[in-house]
T-cell receptor, first 115, second 114 residues
Framework: DTGVSQNPRHKITKRGQNVTFRCDPI?????LYWYRQTLGQGPEFLTY????????KSRLLSDRFSAERPKGSFSTLEIQRTEQGDSAMYLC?????????????FGDGTRLSIL | AQSVAQPEDQVNVAEGNPLTVKCTYS??????LFWYVQYPNRGLQFLLK??????LVKGSYGFEAEFNKSQTSFHLKKPSALVSDSALYFC????????????FGAGTQVVVTP
C-alpha cells in the first residue's frame, strides 16, 4: 500500500491558463474522489468515480472543470480558463467499496495558486 | 440535506490532559460518521469511523469517539493528549444509502501545550 499520490504538489499559474492535476489511487481501490479545500474550511466534494464511471458531480463543478478516470486507475482533474477563485487545495481520495466498505484514504493534495 | 457542525474553531489543552473535539450532524436516515486529522500541507488521515453497533468507537493513536443518536453527536476524545496531537481535526458524515461523498465540518484546530 503506497498510498494515494497526487502530482504536482504545487501549481502556480496565471489567470486564464488551463491546469491539469493527476491522482494515482491505492491500486485495488475502485472508487476515486476529488475534493476542494480552501483556507479555514473543510474539504468540499467535487466528483467521484467508481472504476471508470463518473457517478456524481457537485454543482461546485462548473463547466470549466472536467475529470476523467479513463481506465479505472489514475484520474485527472482539469480546470480551464482558471480564475482567482480557483485557488485552493485539490484533494484526491480513494476507497474500496463492496461487502466491506472501507474509509477514504487521501493524498497530500495539489495546491493551486492563481496569480 | 446533510450537514456537520464543529462548534469550536480551536481547542486548547495541556499535555497529559483529556482532549475532546465536538461534532454534531444532521442527516436523513442513519449516518456513517468519520474523524480525520490534517497536519500542515498534508492530506487528511483517517482516525476512526462509526458504522453500526457499539456507540464507543476506538481508532488510531489512542483516539476514540462516542456516537449519541439522540443528541446527533459524535465527539472525538483522547484520555491524555500529546503535543504531537496538535493538528486540524475534521468530522465527516455520509448517509448509509450512499457510501460515497463525505460532508465535512469546518474543522477544529487542536493546540496541545507542553
Amino acid at each position: 500500500d503506497t498510498g494515494v499520490s497526487q502530482n504536482p504538489r504545487h501549481k502556480i499559474t496565471k489567470r486564464g491558463q488551463n491546469v491539469t492535476f493527476r491522482c494515482d489511487p491505492i491500486s485495488e481501490h475502485n472508487r476515486l474522489y476529488w475534493y476542494r479545500q480552501t483556507l479555514g474550511q473543510g474539504p468540499e466534494f467535487l466528483t467521484y468515480f467508481q472504476n471508470e464511471a463518473q457517478l456524481e458531480k457537485s454543482r461546485l463543478l462548473s463547466d470549466r472543470f472536467s475529470a476523467e478516470r479513463p481506465k479505472g486507475s489514475f484520474s485527472t482533474l482539469e480546470i480551464q480558463r482558471t480564475e482567482q477563485g480557483d485557488s485552493a487545495m485539490y484533494l484526491c481520495a480513494s476507497s474500496l467499496t463492496g461487502l466491506n466498505n472501507q474509509p477514504q484514504h487521501f493524498g497530500d493534495g495539489t495546491r493551486l495558486s492563481i496569480l | 440535506a446533510q450537514s456537520v457542525a464543529q462548534p469550536e474553531d480551536q481547542v486548547n489543552v495541556a499535555e497529559g490532559n483529556p482532549l475532546t473535539v465536538k461534532c454534531t450532524y444532521s442527516v436523513s436516515g442513519n449516518p456513517y460518521l468519520f474523524w480525520y486529522v490534517q497536519y500542515p500541507n498534508r492530506g487528511l488521515q483517517f482516525l476512526l469511523k462509526y458504522i453500526t453497533g457499539d456507540n464507543l468507537v476506538k481508532g488510531s493513536y489512542g483516539f476514540e469517539a462516542e456516537f449519541n443518536k439522540s443528541q446527533t453527536s459524535f465527539h472525538l476524545k483522547k484520555p491524555s493528549a500529546l503535543v504531537s496531537d496538535s493538528a486540524l481535526y475534521f468530522c465527516a458524515v455520509t448517509p448509509t444509502d450512499s457510501w460515497g461523498k463525505l460532508q465535512f465540518g469546518a474543522g477544529t484546530q487542536v493546540v496541545v501545550t507542553p
